[in-house]
């Protein structure tokens, strides 16, 4: 993959939503034959609502403004290489450090995108109306237990062009060593330092790990 867009981020980005959900031009009956057979495979999947990115753009002083508007999430579950809506949800994703040590999760196999794979944990997507801080807070607590120390950090925003995302990068820190997770989206989930992290790992991880060098 090549290296994907990164916006690195001095102070916490600015949403601005549009306020009309949003219908990519696309053949709407072959979207439908194709979330049916995805849920035949994968029952689990369900046609929530996300927020798709309209435009990224830096708007001086190490911040940046994301445009967004709702829409449906079959239109981007469907996607593939060769049949794209140009949907690209915005999500959040943690870098959780106890200590000098990295919180790493093992994506489960019946999940969506990168499943088997480790990834920084947690991560989720940003429905609308919420707020990514508050996205990111409820999925730490959810699938790992966990609570954050002051508030997590904004560093960076990338776009993951295997999942077709773009990721709010955020560096956060917790007190408890124990994990509880409430969910079974990770097979696994370890404290790892960050030159023994466990592989394979995810795209956008290895990306996330160079910022953490850097």
């Not at 999500?91 to 969506?112: E, F, N, S």
């Not at 295997?162 to 989930?189: F, I, K, M, N």
């Amino acid at each position: 993959m090549d290296e994907p867009r990164t916006i690195m981020l001095r102070r916490p980005p600015i949403c601005v939503a549009v306020d009309d959900p949003f219908v990519p031009d696309v053949d709407l009956q072959d979207v439908a034959h194709r979330w049916q057979r995805l849920q035949e495979r994968n029952p689990a999947v369900f046609d929530g609502r996300l927020m798709h990115v309209l435009g990224v753009h830096r708007n001086g002083h190490g911040g940046a403004t994301i445009s967004l508007v709702e829409c449906a999430y079959r239109f981007y579950a469907v996607q593939n290489e060769s049949f794209d809506c140009g949907i690209r949800p915005l999500g959040v994703k943690g870098i959780t450090m106890h200590g000098d040590r990295i919180l790493m999760g093992q994506r489960a196999a019946w999940v969506h995108q990168y499943p088997g794979l480790w990834e920084c944990a947690p991560g989720g997507g940003v429905e609308p109306g919420a707020d990514p801080v508050d996205v990111l807070l409820s999925e730490l607590a959810e699938e790992t237990g966990c609570t954050c120390t002051g508030q997590p950090v904004a560093i960076a925003l990338l776009l993951d062009e295997v999942t077709r995302c773009w990721e709010l990068v955020y560096r956060l820190q917790v007190e408890e060593e124990t994990l509880s997770p409430g969910t079974d989206e990770y097979a696994d989930l370890q404290w790892c330092r960050g030159d023994e992290l466990p592989a394979p790992r995810s795209s956008i991880t290895e990306c996330m790990r160079r910022l953490l060098e850097s």
